[in-house]
Nanobody, 126 residues
Framework: QVQLVESGGGLVQAGGSLRLSCADS????????MGWFRQAPGKEREFVAT????????YYADSVRGRFTISRDNAKNMVYLQMNNLKPEDTAVYYC???????????????????WGQGTQVTVSS
């Protein structure tokens, strides 16, 4: 099982930006589908963004499209989530995830991913 570690979270004012990073120490990172999910207090974990192993195909939740960008650097075993124009409703714990295989879904769910990091807190103040 791969080991994932997220970083880059923090406190930011509305309209600000953050870049989250996810490091993978496992062997399957390069070709697997990658994703970002988030979970706010009292709510279920929800899809944010996902990309295929080449990084060219990406899908985003409606709530973040146009503001967030997912990317990956397979040579470094890293995946990123650039978050711009942050809103208070973006406040949540953000999780990096690795898909079970190379299949990319436009509307993925938690069940499509088998490995998860511990999460990094993102707090956006008004």
């Amino acid at each position: 099982q791969v080991q994932l570690v997220e970083s880059g979270g923090g406190l930011v004012q509305a309209g600000g930006s953050l870049r989250l990073s996810c490091a993978d120490s496992g062997r399957r990172f390069s070709r697997q589908v990658m994703g970002w999910f988030r979970q706010a207090p009292g709510k279920e974990r929800e899809f944010v963004a996902t990309c295929g192993w080449k990084g060219g195909s990406t899908y985003y939740a409606d709530s973040v499209r146009g503001r967030f960008t997912i990317s990956r650097d397979n040579a470094k075993n890293m995946v990123y989530l650039q978050m711009n124009n942050l809103k208070p409703e973006d406040t949540a714990v953000y999780y990096c995830a690795v898909g079970y295989d190379t299949v990319l879904y436009s509307t993925p769910t938690v069940t499509d991913f088998g490995s998860w990091g511990q999460g990094t807190q993102v707090t956006v103040s008004s």
